[in-house]
């Protein structure tokens, strides 16, 4: 296929992933609407309903990247919310594993980002931390402002990661999974320091694997 095709195809399947997109945002609505006027409250729903609309407009930003538009949205936000948020939506993973998730945000600040994208990363980051974990185990997310950095820990107690893998783990394409593509953590880390800030991999032992991202804080 030449560039053309290449470029024309992107443009069809993003038309055609951003109809279907539509589709569930409206039928959430609908849901939501509906549930409301019952006068139903279930706070699982409404969770899950934020979560699905959240994530809809997280994959049409993605879209509109395709279509070569700038969407790097920047704005003030409350780091805890957006760790909350992003925390929430990656609840979903676990299905049939049983997995703790311990939260913790001593501080807070605002951080100048990309809402949807430092979602995303959030996300990306648990999400690797529950598909290491075979059965059962525990997520922590630490939070901390310090030293005017915002600091955010997130670790698991999964396998290892093997001391001569550890190096490749952001490498576009490098994935230990047979369904993976090897392109979370290094769609993180391009994200994470185009902000300015850091991600890395503090360690990975037999007993807990940690990742930190460390961005600065907004004083405005
Ligand atoms: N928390 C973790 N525990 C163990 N291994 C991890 C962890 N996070 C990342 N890895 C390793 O790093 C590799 C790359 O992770 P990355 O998220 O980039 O890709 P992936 O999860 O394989 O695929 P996908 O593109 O679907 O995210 C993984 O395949 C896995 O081997
Ligand atoms: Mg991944």
Redesign the pocket.
């Known amino acids: 296929m030449n560039e053309n095709n290449i470029n024309n195809q992107i443009k069809f399947i993003s038309h055609e992933i951003r109809n279907h997109l539509s589709i569930c945002d409206m039928y959430s609505q609908i849901i939501r609407k509906n549930i409301e006027k019952d006068g139903i409250k279930n706070d699982s729903i409404i969770n899950a309903l934020d979560c699905i609309q959240k994530s809809i407009q997280i994959i049409s930003s993605n879209i509109m990247d395709l279509k070569s538009i700038d969407t790097n949205a920047k704005k003030i936000y409350d780091f805890k919310t957006l760790v909350l948020k992003g925390v929430e939506m990656a609840k979903v993973y676990p299905e049939d594993k049983e997995i703790d998730f311990e939260v913790f945000i001593k501080n807070t600040n605002n951080i100048f980002v990309d809402e949807n994208r430092f979602i995303s990363c959030i996300v990306?980051i648990i999400?690797?931390?529950i598909?290491?974990i075979e059965f059962r185990g525990k997520i922590t997310v630490l939070g901390e402002v310090r030293n005017g950095d915002v600091i955010l820990k997130i670790s698991?107690d999964?396998?290892q990661?093997p001391k001569e893998?550890q190096k490749s783990?952001f490498e576009k394409g490098?994935?230990?999974?047979s369904t993976?593509?090897?392109?979370?953590?290094?769609i993180c880390k391009q994200y994470i320091e185009s902000q300015g800030a850091e991600l890395s991999l503090v360690k990975?032992t037999k007993s807990e694997?940690q990742?930190e991202i460390k961005l600065p804080i907004c004083d405005y």
Request: hydrophobic letters at 25%.
């Open positions: 990306n999400k690797n931390g598909e290491a698991n999964g396998k990661i893998k783990i490098f994935t230990t999974k993976g593509c090897g392109l979370g953590l290094c990975s694997t990742f």
